[in-house]
């Protein structure tokens, strides 16, 4: 089975921008969640999805959204960036959800915001 | 508030002797705890996972052990190879938290040849 994909893999904004992440899952995982990985903050998680639908969300300000789409690939989108929105945005896929399915990670986007 | 604690930000260890990467937690609704790796400029792999109703579970060369009174938990890596060197990740979640690990902030390993 191929593995989580993620698109592109670096990207490099201005500030003010918006910029959309990509995300596809593993085959018959209906679950995405997307983390933000910092030097200082480390992991952290921003939203899960499931079935087409917000089930959670981390504690990141409006301007960090997403969606997921009928074939369970997910978009995340960040408007109005800013310079501490650099950052390694990975998503991970897991079958339902559940908190005892294992999560599988993709190799991430990396953002650089000037 | 950390609710995860990897209090070792990295550990050296020759080549073929064990590596013990140590984990704390707070959280006590925490039910459930996984170790990843994580190689530079790639996602976190997917190691091994514990159940908070096991004190112990094994993969060939890796072995997670949970103490629940110490909420603590450590991942044993015997013997250690150099291909091992990495970071490693614990991470903890618990029913109805849906698709939201909690990770720890890592620890570098380094295996010496």
């Known amino acids: 089975k191929a593995g989580v994909t993620q698109t592109p893999r670096y990207l490099i904004k201005t500030r003010g921008q918006q910029v959309t992440l990509s995300c596809s899952p593993i085959?018959?995982?209906?679950?995405v969640s997307w983390y933000q990985q910092t030097p200082g903050q480390g992991l952290q998680f921003l939203f899960e999805?499931?079935?087409?639908?917000?089930?959670n969300k981390g504690n990141f300000p409006g301007r960090f959204s997403g969606r997921q789409f009928s074939n369970s690939r997910s978009e995340m989108n960040v408007s109005t960036l800013e310079l501490g929105d650099s950052a390694l945005y990975l998503c991970?896929?897991?079958?339902?959800?559940?908190?005892?399915?294992?999560?599988?990670f993709g190799p991430g986007t990396r953002l650089t915001v000037l | 508030d950390q609710q995860v604690k990897q209090n070792s930000p990295s550990l050296s260890v020759q080549e073929g002797r064990i590596s013990i990467l140590n984990c704390d937690y707070t959280?006590?609704?925490?039910?459930?705890f996984l170790w990843y790796k994580k190689y530079p400029a790639e996602g976190p792999t997917f190691l091994i996972s514990i159940s908070s109703i096991k004190d112990k579970n094994e993969d060939g060369r890796f072995t997670v052990f949970l103490n629940k009174s110490a909420k603590h938990l450590s991942l044993h890596i015997v013997p250690s190879q150099p291909g091992d060197s990495a970071v490693y990740f614990c991470?903890?979640?618990?029913?109805?938290?849906?698709?939201?690990?909690?990770f720890g902030k890592g620890t570098k390993l380094s295996v010496k040849p």
């Open positions: 991970a896929s897991s079958l339902e959800g559940h908190h005892t399915d294992t999560q599988y």
């Open positions: 085959s018959g995982h209906r679950s």
């Open positions: 991470a903890a979640n618990y029913g109805g938290s849906q698709g939201n690990l909690i």
């Open positions: 999805y499931f079935s087409e639908t917000q089930r």
């Open positions: 959280n006590s609704m925490f039910d459930y």
